[in-house]
């Protein structure tokens, strides 16, 4: 059974910075694209980043390129994002996924992932 665990999020000024973490579990960890999701209230769940099994090539929506980077350590079965530059539409709880085996890349769209953790909330004042 594979677990997911996002930490790190918390209430950040305007300009502010926050790492999110994500542990994961199983042994396959490094064979799985790993994506950052977030969903605002009253919106949508939106794609955020995405890291492939290596880590050797990233892909983020318009909206956070330049402020957030997407990372993992797979000896510790950890991914993280870096958010730079915050804003409140940053605000969001964010979701940590596990890309779906054989999906394409890059994935954006959640049908890509299979599984998920619980969320850790992002808010950002102004």
């Known amino acids: 059974q594979v677990q997911l665990v996002e930490s790190g999020g918390g209430l950040v000024q305007a300009g502010g910075s926050l790492r999110l973490s994500c542990a994961a579990s199983?042994?396959?960890?490094?064979?799985?694209?790993m994506g950052w999701f977030r969903q605002a209230p009253g919106k949508e769940r939106e794609f955020v980043a995405a890291?492939?099994?290596?880590?050797?090539?990233?892909y983020y929506v318009d909206s956070v390129k330049g402020r957030f980077t997407i990372s993992r350590d797979n000896a510790k079965n950890m991914v993280y994002l870096q958010m730079n530059s915050l804003t409140p539409e940053d605000t969001a709880v964010y979701y940590c996924?596990?890309?779906?085996?054989?999906?394409?890349?890059?994935?954006?769209?959640?049908?890509?992932?299979?599984?998920w953790g619980q969320g850790t909330q992002v808010t950002v004042s102004s």
């Open positions: 199983g042994r396959t960890f490094t064979s799985y694209a």
């Open positions: 890291i492939y099994w290596s880590g050797g090539a990233t």
């Open positions: 996924a596990r890309g779906r085996y054989g999906s394409s890349w890059p994935q954006a769209n959640d049908y890509g992932y299979d599984y």
